[in-house]
């Protein structure tokens, strides 16, 4: 087994680990006793330190990973798998571990010369009588101790604590806003529990739309980007697909792009597409359908992938045996068996794209949700209330459907 | 011989036996590993030869590289004179029509009907566009319940593949490999996955497409005792190499344990 990788790798993630958690603890440290909402400063700071103190607070952190390097395995080390024995394979004492994390010390002056020289056993341990080797794989070990008297477990837990607590500063929790005030939305939950139904039919004559036409509208705004969108990712689909497309170094290529252009359109969402849509072809239905149509694609296209990447490859060599092409053994040994799943999935993403629709009305998107926010801006709680009970309905009973054909298909 | 554009033959000096097999090495990209070193044999038409050896030592990658779906790493292939190892993809698309391969795992699409699946092994003679809409000549139809009926499938034309027995499920794909109206046939361990009874019917129904059809058999089987039974010829590989060549009663014990390893016993399938 190759060394130099797992040794470095793991030895940058402890040191990147370490600086995190200083970090952390800074932050943590400056929101609690110098920010204040009074001074909008911005909330992560770089810390100002003399150059003394830079260097004390490099100097502690290599010493924290030595640390944790030398005494059981660091997290670096168990996430690269990799751990420390003695001479054959056993426990190192703890005179062997203070010994490696003294000479770690001298590996480090001269900058990890010798694990370059001699990754597979280094000066170091050698001198302290241990040597790295990969972790056994997980069962095989006679009786690991529970993680929360590991080294890394420890080091794991204080890892989730700090993210957690910065996050919860970050994003301003607050709960006792929550409380204090839940009476100002009274009048809003009161709206919502008394739907008002008067334009369900009758178009609302300022902004001329039905609560049904809004409806209807997004219902074929879904309907339509779902259907364009199958017919685009379809053929896409086997282009995206790693044991398809990529078999020589063109295929290599094509896959390459397709997939990238799945990644990076699925993650742009369809209200950032249907703002671009919107100040291109114009406000209403047709740029909110053109955006659920490229976002279908995207998401379509890596889902379909990786169902035709999951297929049994039995079929396939069978047929490429009998001397059919291509294009052949993609309708007869490959179509079949991913038919079922890409259904369900085109279904599925119909359900997604009719919630979709009502979304990208807040950029100019037209259907349903365009009542939703006139009616919202407008404070006409009432009118939101029966807008978003007719909708739950149709999605409730378009689930429904959706579910029972699934299950018939699959 | 049949002869065709594009394809590469040898000057007549020579009658070619149908198949020659000349230095096959075969080493995998992956994990560098040798499947196959100069291997060396021929076989003549009409011959039922078996391949034998442990698992992992080189009888699927073998018979993959004589239709290609394993790209040698060198050495050379000839079918009836014709150096396959040097075809085009196109070329070789149409040599491989005429050699049907039989699968350990069957290779059926699972969800399609069995004359579906019978059907796909005439793919190669037809033009795309219509069979990419599910468009075949009457005659291939008529074709196909024919070879079913050669294997005695003919009441399982419409069920699902999946639906079948694995003794069924191998008889469907012998009639895919006869669809194709093969001149040799490679079956990997075609009965590996089968019980010792069905084993011996679905056997079976591969020898008889030997004798009647004269179609030349390469058959890779895991016990030794079916080899004995159905191979006129039997080639044993061991790690890649080559370690017998000759019939099946000139395996004796000493023969055996080479090829099988020291603590290996024969058993029988009945
Ligand atoms: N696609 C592959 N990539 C890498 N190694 C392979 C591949 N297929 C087979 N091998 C290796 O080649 C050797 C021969 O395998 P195989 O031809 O399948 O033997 P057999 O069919 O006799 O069991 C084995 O060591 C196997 O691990
Ligand atoms: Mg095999």
Not at chain 1, 224 to 241: D, E, K, Q, R, Y
Not at chain 1, 396 to 408: A, C
């Amino acid at each position: 087994m190759k060394l130099l990788r797992p040794r470095l790798l793991s030895f940058a993630a402890d040191l990147f680990l370490w600086a995190y958690l200083l970090y952390s603890g800074f932050t943590l440290y400056y929101l609690e006793a110098l920010w204040s909402p009074w001074r909008p400063e911005e909330k992560l700071v770089w810390p100002a330190l003399s150059p003394w103190g830079w260097a004390v607070v490099v100097v502690g952190m290599v010493e924290a990973v030595l640390l944790t390097r030398s005494f059981g395995p660091s997290l670096g080390q168990r996430v690269l798998g990799v751990h420390l024995v003695g001479e054959g394979g056993r426990r190192p004492t703890f005179a062997q571990r203070l010994a490696y994390f003294g000479f770690s010390h001298l590996e480090i002056l001269v900058l990890g010369a010798g694990v370059w020289l001699n990754p597979q056993n280094p000066w170091h341990e050698r001198w302290a009588g241990l040597r790295l080797e990969p972790l056994p794989p997980l069962g095989s070990e006679a009786r690991r101790p529970p993680w929360y008297r590991t080294a890394y477990g420890l080091t794991a837990l204080l890892l989730i604590a700090a993210t957690l607590a910065v996050g919860w500063r970050l994003t301003e929790v607050d709960l006792q806003k929550l409380v204090r005030f839940a009476p100002k939305s009274l009048r809003i939950w009161r709206g919502l529990t008394n739907p008002s139904f008067e334009y369900l039919f009758r178009p609302d004559p300022r902004i001329k739309l039905s609560f049904l036409d809004g409806l209807v509208q997004s219902l074929y705004m879904a309907l339509l980007a779902t259907v364009a969108g199958i017919v685009v990712a379809f053929p896409l689909s086997f282009a995206g697909a790693r044991n398809i497309a990529a078999r020589s170094p063109f295929g290599w290529l094509l896959y390459s792009l397709t997939r990238g252009f799945f990644n990076v359109f699925r993650a742009v969402e369809s209200v950032f597409w249907a703002s671009i849509f919107a100040i291109w072809v114009g406000f209403g239905p047709f740029a909110g359908s053109m955006a659920l149509f490229i976002h279908t694609i995207a998401a379509l296209g890596k889902l379909f992938s990786e169902q035709v990447e999951h297929i049994d490859p039995g079929p396939v060599e069978a047929l490429t045996a009998t001397g059919a092409n291509l294009l052949q053994i993609l309708r007869y040994a490959v179509v079949p068996q991913v038919i079922p799943q890409f259904l369900a999935f085109s279904l599925y993403r119909w359900d997604i794209n009719l919630r979709m629709a009502t979304v990208v009305a807040l950029v100019g998107g037209g259907g349903i949700g365009q009542l939703l926010f006139e009616y919202k801006d407008d404070l006409q709680w009432n009118l939101v209330g029966g807008v978003i009970i007719l909708f739950m309905v149709t999605v409730w009973i378009m689930d429904y459907v959706s579910g029972w054909v699934r299950e018939k298909i699959v | 011989m049949r002869g065709r554009r594009g394809e590469r033959r040898l000057p007549p000096l020579f009658v070619m036996p149908h198949l020659v097999v000349e230095n096959l090495t075969k080493i995998y990209e992956r994990g560098k590993i040798r499947a196959l070193s100069n291997v060396n044999f021929s076989v003549e038409k009409g011959e039922f030869l078996v391949l034998i050896g442990l698992s992992g030592s080189g009888k699927s990658t073998l018979l993959r590289c004589i239709n290609r779906l394993v790209e040698p790493t060198s050495g050379r292939i000839f079918l009836n004179g014709v150096e396959l190892t040097k075809l085009s993809p196109r070329a070789m698309r149409k040599v491989r029509r005429r050699i049907g391969m039989v699968f350990q795992q069957f290779n059926l699409v699972k969800r399609a009907t069995v004359l579906q699946n019978v059907l796909a092994g005439r793919l190669g003679y037809n033009p795309t566009l219509p069979t990419l809409f599910g468009r075949f000549p009457k005659e291939d139809v008529r074709r196909a319940q024919e070879c079913l009926a050669r294997v005695g499938l003919l009441d399982k034309v419409y069920v699902r593949a999946d639906q079948l027995s694995g003794g069924q499920q191998q008889r469907v794909g012998i009639a895919r490999a006869l669809m194709q109206e093969p001149e040799l046939l490679l079956a990997d361990e075609p009965v590996s996955a089968l019980d010792p009874a069905t084993s011996h019917s679905v056997m079976q129904y591969i020898e008889q497409i030997n004798k009647e059809d004269g179609v030349t058999v390469i058959a890779s089987l895991h016990f030794l005792s079916l080899a004995r039974r159905y191979g006129q010829r039997i080639i044993a590989l061991k790690a890649g190499e080559k370690v017998f060549d000759g019939k099946p009663e000139e395996i004796d014990d000493r023969k055996f344990k080479e090829i099988y390893g020291e603590e290996a016993e024969e058993v029988e399938v009945r």
